[in-house]
């Protein structure tokens, strides 16, 4: 009788574990179906079974990184310091970015043209998103930041986001020292910055003078 397929849930498991690796040890282009398989020793069918395609396999990849991230922020332990414990956070998604540059792209890029995030997998940073929502709150019940914690939630990810990119490429500075001053400096101007924009109605745009009526 021909040999009955395990497709089991540790199969499952071991491969995506391959494939974060494949992506970390190879790059974008190194994450291919047939690659996966042959590291976790199994078969390309095998793989579309249990994911049904490459996308499904990047998309597992996808909710993997961001479940990675919440369990970083769930080992967090807050202090009274809110403004302190903001950039703690934010040091942790630097670490997360900088130890995982390519599931990184992976996350908040669009690396695969076969895999479009839609509605479903952009809730997957749900959590992490109202893990600091929830700090950015903390500071503007203490006063350190003014505006709408939402908003300025999104500002300080993207700067980190953008920072933590740069550093990874060697883009931002050839020493450790110059990269963590520069850390800094963005966030002790965005944070100071924040403190009073939101206390400030935003000024209307003025049309260029060229295009204004005389």
């Not at 970390?24 to 996966?36: C, P, S």
């Not at 909710?63 to 403004?83: A, C, H, T």
């Not at 993207?158 to 990874?168: D, I, M, N, R």
């Not at 500075?173 to 924040?194: H, Y």
Request: aromatic letters at 8%.
């Amino acid at each position: 009788m021909p040999r009955v397929k395990q497709r089991t849930p540790a199969l499952r498991n071991r491969v995506l574990h391959v494939a974060l690796a494949t992506l970390a040890d190879e790059g974008i282009a190194g994450l291919t179906a047939r690659r996966v398989a042959e590291r976790a020793a199994t078969s390309v069918p095998a793989v579309y079974e249990l994911f049904g395609d490459k996308a499904g396999l990047v998309r597992e990849v996808f909710f993997e990184g961001f479940r990675q991230l919440r369990r970083r922020f769930d080992q967090f332990e807050d202090s009274d310091d809110s403004r302190g414990d903001l950039v703690r956070v934010l040091e942790i998604f630097r670490s997360f970015v900088r130890e995982n540059p390519v599931l990184a792209q992976v996350m908040f890029s669009r690396p695969f043209a076969d895999f479009d995030p839609g509605p479903k997998e952009l809730r997957a940073g749900g959590a992490v998103r109202e893990f600091i929502v929830g700090h950015v709150r903390r500071c503007i019940d203490a006063g350190f930041l003014s505006g709408n914690e939402t908003d300025i939630a999104h500002v300080l990810v993207a700067l980190a986001q953008g920072l933590a990119v740069q550093e990874s490429a060697g883009w931002l500075g050839t020493s450790k020292a110059s990269v963590d001053r520069r850390w800094a400096l963005a966030f002790r101007a965005a944070l100071e910055g924040l403190a009073s924009a939101g206390r400030e109605a935003p000024k209307p745009m003025e049309a260029p003078r060229r295009l204004r009526r005389q």
